[in-house]
């Protein structure tokens, strides 16, 4: 039987409208929360899109484009990479980061939906997402425009947060949550901003579900690793 996911408030809108507030302290955020881990994860996100040199990789939700310039990395200089977002202010920061052409596949910052991915059919070898799954009105038309833009055997890595089975990393979550990012996103003044994130943790499906989902948009395969202790999951996507 299909999965019904419905995403109630906040809306599509609220969200955009998030993300632009947070842009200017995302990053340092970021790094604050997780004591720089987000930057394993994200690679590990990388490693388990199969993106190789040479091949177009996409990076959707790129928020401040921290994945899409480990992508740039991967695939190199006779690559090419494409960070797509529906915030402006996060894109205006990922396009001031620091470039090593020599290194990097060239970057196309684009802002567009998830949902109407501003794309080709089968224009991509791989494909990541970071923390953007969990924020779709429609999970499930995210994951048909996602297999959609990639090429047949293209692989997407899908990294995001997950609601633990256990009662003790449930309550450690809680926990982390109210000790830690509540005080943390005060002192950034936007204790509101991320008040969102404990009730979208709990809207969102868990693996085996988003595996499910994933099938039903037309993946020929799905497998989803939890990480972090369960607390974090990668879905890996096969077209």
Not at 134 to 151: A, F, H, P, S
Not at 177 to 189: C, R, S, Y
Request: proline share 7%.
């Amino acid at each position: 039987m299909p999965i019904s996911v419905t995403n109630s408030a906040p809306s599509a809108q609220d969200i955009q409208q998030l993300f632009d507030r947070i842009a200017p302290v995302y990053d340092d955020f970021n790094q604050q929360l997780s004591g720089g881990l987000h930057r394993v994860w994200k690679q590990m996100a990388v490693d388990w899109s199969g993106a190789a040199s040479g091949q177009t990789g996409l990076d959707v939700c790129c928020g401040s484009g921290d994945l899409a310039l480990l992508l740039a990395r991967r695939v190199g200089p006779s690559g090419e990479v494409y960070g797509v977002d529906f915030s402006p202010a996060q894109l205006a920061i990922a396009r001031q980061k620091p470039a090593q052409p020599s290194r990097l596949a060239p970057l196309h910052w684009i802002e567009g939906d998830a949902l109407t991915l501003p794309f080709e059919d089968e224009q991509f070898d791989a494909a990541t997402m970071a923390y953007g799954l969990r924020n779709l009105t429609n999970l499930t038309q995210g994951l048909k425009e996602l297999r959609r833009v990639l090429r047949p055997g293209a692989k997407a890595a899908i990294l995001d947060f997950l609601q633990p089975q256990s009662a003790w990393l449930q309550q450690f979550q809680r926990w982390y949550l109210d000790t830690i990012v509540v005080p943390t996103a005060k002192n950034f003044g936007m204790t509101d901003e991320y008040a969102y994130i404990g009730p979208s943790v709990e809207r969102f499906p868990l693996g085996p579900e988003q595996q499910q989902l994933a099938l039903e948009a037309g993946f020929a395969s799905a497998v989803h690793y939890p990480i972090a202790g369960g607390l974090m999951g990668i879905l890996v996507l096969t077209r």
